[in-house]
RNA sequence: CCCCCCAUAGCCCAACUGGCAGAGGCAGCCGACUUAAAAUCGGCACAGUCAGGGUUCGAAUCCCUGUGGGGGGACCA
């Protein structure tokens, strides 16, 4: 394996040294890298007058910024090859392209590296960001550099804490006791976001269990409807599978809050339910045993049932979520020894304690209706609780349903009331808004509307992040860090133990912790956790308009003027957690009167994965292709144009399905077109009125169809054009008009500019032999010219009985009328038709002519 | 169980959104160059669009059903 390696190095290398005169990537990189770091090309001013006066148009274009963990890898590489490609084309657009790139460096990786291996969090992560930008700088994205960020500096998470105090102001951030999700691999809690689908969390894969602690949260569900209603505008712009996975993760669910008054209990109990159409046919109720009515009832029932409820209770909550999730579970419970009354009917129901009710979702408690609803049902059907028919189902054929009580399946489908007093005879639609209708005019029930989401759990028992910037008295009294005492800087790491443990390494700094009221005396304490970086990469795209001022989060007129992002880009992964909590800030910002804007994100691309052999790529599974070595080996443009090529962007990336090599050798067939035009074409300024008319159709139809493209993502298609277009060039200067005819040169500056989204090196390379001056990042696109486009002749087709029959060559401009004629004298079309009638002719110039037939009378 | 997306040459992918299934690449084959190979250059071949039904003069494209794959949600009341 290793010698096989070498033996393809040594290879490589001698092939550069031979090409000595043709395409050598690494001379091409080599010439042009100082250059641009002397020029600049992507710095942009966003701060002047002119750049906010909305006279020039703009775009900002942004990548989700990197963690620091280690070097650039391939999945890197791919994403910023997209945003790169959008932002060069803008730029070729005309427009002012905000196009910056900073640091999420704060997070768990840096805090278990340095336990790991002793070091300051801070040092591994400044050396993992010095090597990243070392990388970027080789691949080449087109960013501002000016404006670099790193949210682990107390420059940016000062203002992150500002945002938190602004939040605490509001009252959208709170702390509460709740249940909570523990990771007890990293120790600390997570947010509902951060818990995959199998109940293990997303970053240590250890399955997640539930404690009871205080924590802070914010209020993001005070936004559900918004964030929900919301994605409507961004229908077109952002994926539709990322719109789907928020509007599932938001989960509004529309129905009806009915009271159900408990025997020997003053307060009713609120009871959501999406049907309250089948109120008549309540039978029982059940609460969440993990709730407080829960407990409450148990305390005021019988010895034994108070009994049998602890035991429930504790063997509840030793389930893990794996378990409590786990489909066709058998049902279980127990009776509370109370009963309720049905507000409808007066109907006195018992009411249990079982875990498919949960507590956090609506009231923690249900109305049970077992005959139309399966989880009912088998509730019912386990402890012989009765079951009553109140909506008359139907099959296709109009036969009615067999007796759930009987059958076992609940009839949850559309159908006709019954036993159900004023709702009888009413479908089910009505029957839900007159049910509705019921309860409110009888005060016990209203309209309501219930939410998957859950408020946003903030705080984290871990060092590397932001401090929350809040004092607690040991009286229980708490109080905001007063502004201009910001940032609350985290203590130096040295003498704590980062090690997790279940509570904040910061509660063991006691001299930070520790905090003296110089007027009162009193002593407070610092709150210990720090925040969720999701927090930090919230609102990061704002800080990039003025990452270097001192005085505030951002700068407003700056951030509404470039706001908000024309177009993000990144992983799919952050489909809810980043970009639904970042959409959510943006709205906080719009209403504290910050941002004109209130959605932070346009246009969004995600793009796939790069895989290896059909997987994800792993150090572990011994398939990760290098991006450091892929970069040393085929140079910056030919990874890019092989990522750019494989396919849509937003499709997987099979390493293995791809040719690096290819690429290459695309990129020197372009290269060798400038150069050929360097040593024997014409001139720099030539006119290309007298050019070869059929390569500069090319060269137009090429400059026509790129912008379209490009915005429609379509840069694998893009690459491929350009492809063609070398391949019609080169055929042009072998067998054809010849290298010295104008076409040519046109066609070659054409390629270079286009080429530039795609592989920056060479196309600067090519514009240099071209006679330019650097660099083709900022020249404008040639327009195509229309008059070129169109074509004198074109073939058409004419289809009989949907056959095509023949292809005529007409002129492009031929009528209806002359085009159906020479249909209809085609010796071919004849032959087809003929004895048999003609129905219908369908004319459509100059493309097509289809005649329909039917046998003769 | 519910929702969303996808299926085109051996492989990765195009097809102006209803109008000749093929732009581009990989792999393959033939030829040129070479002592030979690699590289390079020139050329060739390859599918009727997952299956079935429907709408239409005309369907890869629209509709229905199914199969296969990917993703999301899910004891959410």
Redesign the pocket.
């Known amino acids: 394996m290793r010698a096989i390696r070498i033996e393809i190095e040594v290879?490589v290398t001698e092939?550069q040294g031979r090409d000595a005169e043709g395409y050598d990537f690494q001379a091409i990189q080599d010439r042009w890298l100082p250059v641009w770091d002397e020029l600049k090309p992507f710095e942009v001013d966003t701060a002047g007058a002119a750049a906010q006066s909305g006279e020039r148009p703009k775009k900002y274009v942004l990548d989700m910024f990197p963690y620091p963990s280690g070097d650039l890898h391939m999945g890197h590489a791919e994403a910023f090859c997209f945003g790169d490609v959008l932002a060069r084309y803008w730029r070729g657009q005309g427009y002012d392209v905000l196009h910056p790139i900073g640091w999420d460096s704060f997070g768990l990786p840096a805090e278990n590296a340095a336990i790991k291996r002793g070091v300051d969090p801070r040092e591994w992560t400044y050396a993992n960001i010095a090597q990243q930008k070392a990388s970027f700088r080789i691949y080449a994205p087109s960013f501002d550099w000016s404006r670099v960020l790193h949210t682990s500096d107390p420059e940016y998470y000062r203002w992150n804490q500002w945002l938190f105090l602004k939040m605490y102001e509001k009252g959208l951030a709170y702390r509460k006791a709740s249940w909570v999700n523990w990771d007890p691999v990293d120790q600390t809690v997570l947010a509902n976001e951060q818990v995959l689908?199998d109940g293990t969390s997303e970053r240590s894969g250890a399955v997640v269990v539930k404690k009871k602690l205080t924590q802070w949260y914010f209020r993001i569900t005070d936004y559900a409807d918004r964030l929900l209603d919301d994605l409507d505008a961004l229908e077109g712009q952002w994926p539709?599978?990322v719109l789907?996975?928020q509007r599932?993760?938001i989960?509004r669910?529309r129905?009806a809050e009915v009271e159900f008054e408990i025997e020997g209990r003053e307060q009713k109990v609120p009871v959501?339910?999406?049907?309250p159409d089948t109120l008549h046919g309540a039978t029982f109720m059940v609460v969440?045993p993990d709730s407080d009515l829960a407990a409450e009832l148990a305390e005021g029932a019988s010895e034994e049932a108070r009994a049998a409820f602890r035991d429930y209770l504790a063997a509840t909550q030793k389930q893990t979520e794996i378990e409590?999730?786990s489909?066709d579970?058998e049902?279980?419970g127990v009776f509370l020894d109370h009963f309720a009354v049905n507000p409808v009917n007066g109907e006195r129901i018992p009411v249990w304690a079982s875990?498919?009710?949960?507590a956090d979702?609506?009231h923690?408690a249900?109305m049970a209706v077992p005959a139309h609803?399966q989880?009912d049902l088998?509730f019912a059907l386990k402890f012989e609780l009765p079951v009553r028919v109140v909506v008359d189902v139907r099959d296709a054929d109009g036969a009615p349903l067999p007796d759930p009580a009987e059958s076992g399946v609940a009839t949850a489908g559309e159908g006709v009331l019954v036993n159900s007093g004023e709702l009888d005879g009413l479908p089910k639609t009505e029957a839900i808004a007159r049910a509705v209708e019921v309860l409110e005019e009888r005060g016990t029930g209203r309209a309501a509307t219930?939410y998957?989401l859950r408020d946003w759990l903030i705080s984290r028992q871990r060092y590397w992040g932001t401090p929350i910037p809040i004092l607690h008295h040991e009286n229980g009294e708490m109080r905001p860090v007063d502004a201009d005492a910001l940032p609350v800087e985290l203590p130096a790491s040295e003498g704590l133990d980062l090690k997790p443990k279940g509570a904040s390494p910061l509660g063991a700094a006691t001299e930070w912790a520790t905090v003296v009221d110089p007027e009162t005396g009193d002593t407070w304490t610092r709150d210990p956790d720090t925040m969720d970086t999701f927090v930090d990469s919230s609102w990061y795209y704002l800080r990039f308009l003025s990452s270097n001022d001192a005085t505030q989060a951002f700068d407003p007129a700056a951030v509404n003027a470039w706001g908000p992002i024309d177009q993000y880009a990144g992983g799919v992964e952050h489909?809810?957690l980043h970009l639904l909590y970042s959409r959510f800030i943006t709205k906080v910002l719009h209403d504290l009167g910050y941002l004109e804007f209130d959605e932070p994100f346009t246009a969004l691309l995600n793009q796939g994965m790069v895989l290896q052999d059909g997987a994800k790529m792993s150090k572990s599974k011994g398939n990760l292709v290098e991006f450091a070595s892929e970069l040393k080996a085929h140079g910056a443009d030919a990874l890019r144009v092989t990522l750019a090529?494989?396919?849509?962007p937003e499709?997987?990336?099979?390493w293995a399905?791809?040719?690096v090599?290819?690429s290459a050798?695309?990129l020197?067939?372009a290269w060798r077109i400038a150069d050929d035009v360097q040593g024997a074409g014409a001139p720099r300024g030539a006119s290309f009125a007298e050019g070869d008319a059929g390569l500069r159709r090319a060269t137009h139809r090429l400059l026509a169809d790129a912008p379209g493209l490009v915005e429609?993502y379509?840069f694998?298609?893009v690459?491929?054009?350009l492809?063609?277009q070398v391949?019609v060039t080169?055929?042009a200067i072998?067998s054809g008009a010849g290298v010295a005819d104008a076409a040519v040169r046109e066609s070659a500056e054409a390629i270079a500019v286009i080429l530039s989204l795609f592989a920056p090196y060479a196309a600067e390379d090519m514009w240099a032999k071209l006679g330019y001056e650097p660099s083709v990042a900022l020249v404008e696109w040639p327009k195509a010219d229309e008059s070129l486009l169109v074509e004198d002749e074109v073939?058409m087709?004419v289809?009989v009985?949907?056959k095509?029959r023949d292809?005529l060559t007409l002129p492009a401009s031929v009528s209806e009328a002359d085009a159906e004629a020479a249909a209809r004298a085609s010796a071919a079309v004849q032959r087809a038709i003929g004895d048999r009638q003609i129905v219908?002719v369908?004319v459509?110039v100059p493309?097509?002519v289809?005649i329909?037939t039917k046998p003769a009378a």
């Open positions: 290879c092939q689908a539709a599978k789907n996975m599932n993760w989960g669910s129905g959501f339910t999406t049907r969440a409590r999730q489909a579970r049902k279980t875990d498919y009710v949960l979702y609506g923690g249900i609803d989880r088998d219930t998957r489909a809810i090529f494989a396919g849509p499709d997987d990336i099979d399905d791809v040719s090599q290819g050798k695309f020197a067939r429609a379509k694998n298609v690459v491929a054009r492809m063609e391949n080169r055929k072998d073939t087709v289809q009985d949907g095509v292809r219908n369908i459509r493309k097509i289809s329909a």
